[in-house]
């Protein structure tokens, strides 16, 4: 379960999280998407500054005012430029905010030459300057204090430069009620998007780690479905297939070896005196023994074979698709195989042998029981004949 309690508390007046793993996972989230939307941003506000450039030439002509200010403009574009440049190589620079307040604050230079260079628009100027303020608050998805600064460093210097220029004391102030009109707006417009994204990732985290738990849970149920399927159809000493799965399971087999036309055996194992060494090394080791004997039965027959449990050291195998001289090639090779590797239990190599009694499944056998029986009366012939054999009926 996945119990992480994340706290998406929202500072109103910050317009972020409280927290600040929260912010900070936020950030890291909204970052390449904010990082697209600046780097926009910059190439226009690049190519306005220079395309306006060419505006000046006919009123200024080809002196010494129109090339200061066209260099000024180059340099300006440039910076913004490089800060397209490296927040496209680090987009981080732009959840952090600074990088971008610092050239925010370049840039507004070129409105206050601006003002005193290009005497026929000083209007213009302000004007811009107004709708300037506005976009900088979108121009820093993060930071909106930090907009704060760069917007109050532009309306103040504009108005330096209005006193500067010998207007009245009215008009500069006059002039800072009218700049922070847009100041206002785009503060509070930035905070309340702020806030709207921030709640609208919190959604989302909350919604992900529903469906998260959700899917650990569903993980869960099947894993206990499983368990309890196992649990059902196999025997748990050996974890081979119990009577009932392997019962159900030759049913199906016999179904389909009759359907296909196919012969069908089947065998019943037993361990030669076993008895023995549950008497000579502890029931432990006949446990050990009946897991490795299983394991080997297992890996040594086809995949499509049956093998189940019959109880006690005994074992049910069921060969579809094999016929009886077949069965007995197969069976007398697993013979060998347990014979020749003794098994080792605590430091201890104990040796093993089976008897088996194998029969073809016929069309006219009524049930499996009858079959077994048939099986099991050639497995008591092999152990009356001396054990460690395979012997058909
Ligand atoms: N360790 C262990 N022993 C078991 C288990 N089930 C049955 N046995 C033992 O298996 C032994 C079977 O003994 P017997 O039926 O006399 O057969 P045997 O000693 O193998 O002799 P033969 O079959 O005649 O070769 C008994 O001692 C049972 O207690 C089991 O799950 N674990």
Redesign the pocket.
Known sequence: MHTVTTNYRLSNWRGEFVDAATEQAFRKHSEADASRSLRRALLVWAALVVLFGLLDYPVLGHGYDFQVLFGWRLATAAVLLLLYWQVRRKPSLVSDGYAVTAVEIFGSVLFFMLYFLRHDMVSWVIAVVAISLLALFMFIPNRVYLSLLASAFLSIGLMACVAARGMGAEKVIGLGFILVLPIAVGFFTALRWQLAQRQQYALLMQVISSNRDLQDEIKRREALEAELKRQATTDP?TGLFNRRQYEMLFQRERQRCNRLGQEMTLCVM???????I?DQHG?DA??AV?RHVAQHLCCSLRHSDVVGRFG??EFVLILPDTGLEQAVAVLNRLREELAETPVPVRGQLLPVSATFGVTAVRQDDSDLESIVRRADRALYEG?GAG?NRVMTA
């Open positions: 000493l037993d361990l030669d005196h076993f008895k023995r549950n029931h006949g446990d009946l006690g050291e152990k054990r």
